[in-house]
């Protein structure tokens, strides 16, 4: 429906994230890459559990909102470098999405739940940050696990796989197994996994 918070909201999301200037190529198709991202990520959330609350939709959406903002080059290229990088990123998608949603009319509790799914607090603990990081995970696997492959070696990748799983519960493991995967990554997601 048009003209509601939540249209509003998802509007003005994809609206930031189509001024992504990386441009990812899917079926010939041109796409800023994190719009894409957003769409497969609302996508995929709503095909996994289509009853998913309008917090956890908008965290779906807004889960890389401008992203190529801060650069990962503009923190030192180390692991610490990294995770400063990664917990930044978080604090700044859940502020940016905060600004969207004041405007769009939600109240200062609504925006803090998306606040905080987007900042994946308590994962394993709460419910709807476990299927915030399933779906991430899943989309992971779906449309981003091949890029990968052909950038790293086995073994990195097996590691990769296994950090993905160990991420998920049982019920992303079962959708993740579900994926149309190649053969080849198909075998390496079972030996990273032990199956």
């Known amino acids: ?32 890459k994190e719009l894409l991202y957003s769409n497969r990520m609302y996508k995929k959330l709503m095909e996994f559990y289509p009853k998913a609350s309008e917090e956890i939709q908008i965290a779906s959406k807004a889960q890389h909102i401008c992203r190529w903002k801060i650069a990962r080059d ?30 769009a009319g939600y109240d200062s509790h609504f925006i803090a739940r998306v606040s905080f799914l987007i900042e994946k ?8 940050t476990q299927l915030l990081e399933d779906v991430i995970c899943l989309v992971f696997l779906e449309y981003y696990l091949n890029p990968f492959v052909h950038k790293h070696d086995l073994e990195k990748m097996k590691n990769i796989i296994l950090k993905t799983w160990n991420k998920m519960s049982d019920k992303g493991h079962q959708e993740a197994l579900k994926i149309n995967y190649s053969s080849s990554n198909l075998q390496l997601i079972k ?3 032990g199956l």
């Open 191 to 193: 030996e990273a996994i």
């Open 74 to 103: 503009s923190y030192p290229m180390d692991r610490v470098g990294y995770l400063k990088w990664r917990e930044d990123l978080k604090k700044f998608h859940a502020k940016t999405t905060a600004e969207i949603l004041e405007k």
């Open 1 to 32: 429906m048009k003209d509601t918070p939540f249209y509003n909201a998802s509007q003005w999301i994809d609206a930031e994230n189509a001024q992504d200037p990386n441009i990812e190529i899917f079926e010939s198709v041109s796409y800023p």
């Open 121 to 128: 607090k308590l994962l394993k603990k709460d419910e709807e």
